[in-house]
């Protein structure tokens, strides 16, 4: 019930593509969904996040799209950069009752190649 | 940079041992998250601490330990160290009131159990 399922494992996107990652979660009550995004020998960075009230937040190149009815919600990346390449992670919380703690995604290795 | 600071960055220690890994969150965060991150299990969530009180626990060992000091520093104690707690942790702070739940995450400090 806690887990969230991230997919593909690895992308790989020509430059100026778009890149899709996608995630599934099957705990109902979560309400909070981050993606953070983690450079090598660095700790994750926040990017984006949103909750269940809404079905689409946009920050800059940066797209979620949440689909409450299938639990899902994925992370759209317009106009890819090299310096885009990173692993990014989902995540899941239930605020009210885990005080924030978040549930993981396995995570997705992004090459974008110019 | 997150703001929030860990220390050591890498320590290397012998099975048996015992270690403290230090975090000092970002200035008016009042909780502190610490996360493992390996190569089977991914990043998982250890144990939150607000305002000095426990308050959140996930999958963390019986030898495996942390408090949170008036100052809001917080330290993470690993002992008995076997070959499979060499991995990567990372604490992350918020400030986890008022609707505000980002985390921000720390560099990490890489831990080697020889």
């Known amino acids: 019930q806690q887990q969230v399922k991230q997919s593909p494992q690895s992308l790989i996107v020509q430059k100026g593509g778009i890149s899709i990652i996608n995630c599934a979660y099957e705990n109902t009550a979560f309400d909070y969904f981050p993606w953070y995004q983690q450079f090598p020998g660095k700790g994750p960075a926040l990017l984006i996040a949103i909750r269940p009230d809404v079905s689409e937040k946009k920050e800059g190149r940066f797209t979620i799209s949440f689909n409450k009815s299938a639990k899902q919600f994925s992370l759209h990346i317009m106009d890819s950069q090299p310096g885009d390449s990173a692993t990014y992670f989902c995540?899941?919380?239930?605020?009210?009752?885990?005080?924030?703690?978040?549930?993981f995604g396995q995570g997705t290795i992004l090459t974008v190649h110019p | 940079d997150s703001g929030v600071t860990q220390t050591p960055k890498h320590l290397i220690t012998a099975t048996g041992q015992r270690v403290t890994l230090r975090c000092s969150p970002r200035?008016?965060?009042?909780?502190v998250y610490w996360y493992q991150q390996s190569l089977d299990q991914g990043l998982q969530f250890l144990i939150q601490?607000?305002?000095?009180?426990?308050?959140a626990k996930g999958n963390i060992l019986e030898r495996f330990s942390a408090q949170q000091f008036p100052d809001l520093h917080s330290e993470l104690n690993l002992s008995s160290l076997e070959l499979g707690d060499s991995a990567l942790y990372f604490c992350?702070?918020?400030?986890?009131?008022?609707?505000?739940?980002?985390?921000?995450f720390g560099p990490g400090t890489r831990l080697t159990v020889t």
């Open positions: 992350a702070s918020s400030v986890a009131q008022g609707g505000s739940y980002e985390q921000y």
């Open positions: 601490y607000y305002n000095g009180e426990e308050r």
């Open positions: 995540a899941a919380s239930n605020l009210s009752t885990s005080y924030g703690k978040l549930t």
């Open positions: 200035s008016g965060d009042l909780s």
